[in-house]
C-alpha cells in the first residue's frame, strides 16, 4: 500500500467519507476527482484488507457489531444511548466494512500472449466461446 493509501484508509475511518478522506490525503483539491479516487481506493484488495484489520484490532470486527446489533434487538436499550443512535453506529461500522457495495466488480489480469500466438484460428475461437461462458457464469453469482 501507499502511504497516500495508508493516509487515506486512517482518515476514512475517522470520518466515514471517502472523498474528504481523498482530499485530505492526495494532491487534489477537485471533489470530483476525489470522489472518483475514494472509489477506486475503496475497490482495492489491500485498502480493504487494511481497513478490516483496523476495524478488527479496535473491536469493531463485522461478528462483533453484529452480534452487538442483535443483543440490542433482543433486550433492548438499558442506557442513555437510544438504540436508533446504536443503529446508526453499527451501520457505519457495516458501510467501513463494505457490507453495503454499491456495485461488484471482480479484477484479474491474465499474461497469454505466447499461448495464444501457438494456437489455431479454430482453437483461439474456441477458447473465446469458452472464456465467454465462463464469464458469464461469474457474472451470474
Avoid: C, W
Avoid at 481506493?41 to 442483535?70: A, M, P, Q, W, Y
Avoid at 443512535?85 to 461500522?93: K, S, T
Avoid at 463494505?98 to 482453437?123: C, I, N, V, W
Avoid at 472464456?131 to 451470474?140: F, G, H, S, Y
Amino acid at each position: 500500500m501507499t502511504i497516500k493509501q495508508k493516509r487515506f484508509v486512517k482518515k476514512y475511518l475517522a470520518s466515514g467519507n471517502g472523498t474528504q478522506s481523498v482530499l485530505d490525503s492526495y494532491n487534489t483539491e477537485n471533489p470530483n476527482t476525489a470522489a472518483v479516487i475514494a472509489s477506486e481506493n475503496l475497490r482495492k484488495l489491500k485498502v480493504i484488507e487494511e481497513i478490516n484489520r483496523i476495524l478488527d484490532r479496535k473491536g469493531l470486527g463485522i461478528e462483533k457489531v453484529s452480534e452487538s446489533v442483535g443483543l440490542i434487538f433482543e433486550r433492548g436499550v438499558e442506557t442513555k444511548v437510544t438504540g436508533d443512535n446504536v443503529l446508526r453506529a453499527a451501520e457505519m461500522v457495516l458501510k467501513l466494512h463494505g457490507a453495503f457495495p454499491d456495485k461488484k466488480t471482480t479484477h484479474f489480469r491474465y499474461e497469454a500472449r505466447q499461448e495464444l500466438e501457438k494456437m489455431s484460428y479454430r482453437e483461439l475461437l474456441d477458447r473465446y466461446k469458452n472464456r465467454q461462458e465462463e464469464l458469464a457464469e461469474l457474472l451470474e453469482d
